[in-house]
């Protein structure tokens, strides 16, 4: 599935299951949650913090919930997802050309 499939897809289920969109500023509150959500399972798998007796977690499926909220978003304002990555890869691409290969961090060892 494509960036255009996918927002089109969400956009096809807002208007026949979800009635209509929350309003921008709803849905970025939504996406704060999600994303909260997401780092709370991170932070459990990855770093320091244990998980409760008992608690669960799908890390696909929260990552999928703020896939689908930033989507709702893009399409209320009108972000082209596949135009706008491709700008962010060009940006990055042209600035970072060389910084990230000169990075003694980041070279293998």
């Known amino acids: 599935m494509t960036l255009s ?5 969400v956009d096809e289920w807002i208007k026949n299951v979800g009635v209509r969109y929350y309003g921008e500023l709803t849905n970025t509150a939504i996406l704060m949650e999600e994303v909260g959500e ?9 770093g320091e913090q244990s998980f409760k007796q008992g608690e ?6 929260e990552m999928a919930d703020v896939l689908f909220v930033l989507i709702c978003l893009a ?11 491709r700008k962010n ?3 990055k691409t042209k600035r970072d050309k060389e ?3 000169n990075n003694a ?5």
């Open 5 to 9: 499939e996918a927002q089109k897809m």
């Open 75 to 85: 399409n209320q304002t009108g972000v082209n997802l596949t135009e706008a990555l």
């Open 105 to 109: 961090k980041l070279v293998k060892k």
């Open 56 to 61: 669960t977690y799908d890390l696909a499926d």
């Open 38 to 46: 997401l780092a709370r399972i991170m932070a459990r798998l990855y």
């Open 89 to 91: 890869l060009e940006k």
């Open 99 to 101: 910084r990230h290969q």
